[in-house]
T-cell receptor, first 115, second 111 residues
Framework: ETGVTQTPRHLVMGMTNKKSLKCEQH?????MYWYKQSAKKPLELMFV???????ENNSVPSRFSPECPNSSHLFLHLHTLQPEDSALYLC??????????????FGPGTRLTVL | DQQVKQNSPSLSVQEGRISILNCDYT??????FLWYKKYPAEGPTFLIS?????DKNEDGRFTVFLNKSAKHLSLHIVPSQPGDSAVYFC??????????FGAGTRLTVKP
């Protein structure tokens, strides 16, 4: 499979559950991102991993915990979420190469509903 | 602090006409701008980009215009086709830093 894949595509969970979102890229990229898209709001950058090192955490609550075991895989571990965390969670990747900017490639997203 | 704004949540045009999607930004240090297109149940896909050293970039039916003094960019689609119906996101970055996105504009092209 090519491109950026995300699983599951849909997830419904209770506030006390623990679940994980998975992202995988087959593009040889060296940076991966988690975004949150809520209705009628801009995509919110949550976490950035460059060369497997987390370089940014945009004041995301600790109930979201990222993990990047290698440059091809990215996880978002979820626990004790709130209903307002219901959103589309998008993973993206890009190739960082010096000063050259390359566009990000997005996965299809995981639609998360927290009951 | 929303650095990239798309003030029109939706736009409807007739097939064959021009679609113009607008985007404003506040950070004068942004030097790279992109447009993404998103269909339902899919992730955003890259459409076209422009660097701050240019004021126009064209790719087929899609043209992006950049007005640095006004901190404004626009995406023109001509002629518009029903398959262009999607949500369009404007994004901007400073150097190789992280992108900032607008809230998106839903374009509907009517046959």
């Amino acid at each position: 499979e090519t491109g950026v894949t995300q699983t599951p595509r849909h997830l419904v969970m209770g506030m006390t559950n623990k679940k994980s979102l998975k992202c995988e890229q087959h593009l040889g990229h060296n940076a991966m991102y988690w975004y949150k898209q809520s209705a009628k709001k801009p995509l919110e950058l949550m976490f950035v991993y460059n060369f497997k090192e987390q370089t940014e955490n945009n004041s995301v609550p600790s109930r979201f915990s990222p993990e990047c075991p290698n440059s091809s895989h990215l996880f978002l571990h979820l626990h004790t979420l709130q209903p307002e965390d219901s959103a589309l969670y998008l993973c993206a990747s890009t190739l960082l190469a010096g000063a050259t900017y390359n566009e990000q490639f997005f996965g299809p997203g995981t639609r998360l509903t927290v009951l | 602090d929303q650095q990239v704004k798309q003030n029109s949540p939706s736009l409807s045009v007739q097939e064959g006409r021009i679609s113009i999607l607008n985007c404003d930004y506040t950070n004068s240090m942004f030097d790279y701008f992109l447009w993404y297109k998103k269909y339902p149940a899919e992730g955003p896909t890259f459409l076209i980009s422009i660097s701050s050293i240019k004021d126009k970039n064209e790719d087929g039916r899609f043209t992006v215009f950049l007005n640095k003094s006004a901190k404004h960019l626009s995406l023109h689609i001509v002629p518009s086709q029903p398959g262009d119906s999607a949500v369009y996101f404007c994004a901007a970055s400073e150097g190789n830093n992280d992108m900032r996105f607008g809230a998106g504009t839903r374009l509907t092209v009517k046959p």
